[in-house]
T-cell receptor
Framework: AQTVTQSQPEMSVQEAETVTLSCTYD???????LFWYKQPPSRQMILVIR??????QNATENRFSVNFQKAAKSFSLKISDSQLGDTAMYFC?????????????FGKGTRLHILP | DTGVSQNPRHKITKRGQNVTFRCDPI?????LYWYRQTLGQGPEFLTY????????KSRLLSDRFSAERPKGSFSTLEIQRTEQGDSAMYLC????????????FGPGTRLTVL
């Protein structure tokens, strides 16, 4: 079975600091995609960043970057120069079995508070 | 078309009643997904459609749950004989072609069963 584990239920950092959210996953698939989704309070979920498993280069989107360690099955999210608007639930997510289905498997989430 | 919409946003019902939720995906998106999110958990997959065809149903989707997507546009999720354990946020998402195309999520319908 494919699983996604986020070991940090909640984190707080000061505005402008850098924060890293951890995620590990388990799969027997060789080709898959990993995602980080952001769910702000009372707002809809949006995609932050995605990583294709066969690409060794870590994905980057402005202040958001990932550290993808395929052998260790680790996929952490780094937020640089954090802003108050980054306060949200962050979900690590996975899609495998891409030839058969495309449902997303989510972790339990990390609640991130950016403090002024 | 500004995104995925869901109605109602909130629903409070008594145990044993039937409820129906609606999802309007982004125009021309072929895939439509339903997820359920309980407090403190990540969303869990329920079912998805390719146009009007329902391709997969999770084991979470008991016989009391039914979903439709007539004409391949909007979708409805019905829960019959609601139970307190059905209380959750029900999320809808759509994507253009499926696979690893980005899934765009709606704001969700929060169901409370008393």
């Amino acid at each position: 079975a494919q699983t996604v584990t986020q070991s940090q239920p909640e984190m707080s950092v000061q505005e402008a600091e850098t924060v890293t959210l951890s995620c590990t996953y388990d799969t027997s698939e060789s080709n898959y995609y990993l995602f980080w989704y952001k769910q702000p309070p009372s707002r809809q979920m949006i995609l932050v960043i995605r990583q294709e498993a066969y690409k060794q280069q870590n994905a980057t989107e402005n202040r958001f970057s990932v550290n993808f360690q395929k052998a260790a099955k680790s996929f952490s999210l780094k937020i640089s120069d954090s802003q108050l608007g980054d306060t949200a639930m962050y979900f690590c997510a996975f899609i495998g079995n891409m030839n058969r289905d495309d449902k997303i498997i989510f972790g339990k989430g990390t609640r991130l508070h950016i403090l002024p | 078309d500004t995104g995925v919409s869901q109605n109602p946003r909130h629903k409070i019902t008594k145990r044993g009643q039937n409820v129906t939720f609606r999802c309007d995906p982004i125009s021309e998106h072929n895939r439509l997904y339903w997820y359920r999110q309980t407090l403190g958990q990540g969303p869990e997959f329920l079912t998805y459609f390719q146009n009007e065809a329902q391709l997969e149903k999770s084991r979470l989707l008991s016989d009391r749950f039914s979903a439709e997507r007539p004409k391949g546009s909007f979708s409805t999720l019905e829960i019959q004989r609601t139970e307190q354990g059905d209380s959750a946020m029900y999320l809808c998402a759509s994507s253009l072609r499926g696979g690893v195309d980005e899934q765009f999520f709606g704001p969700g319908t929060r169901l409370t069963v008393l």
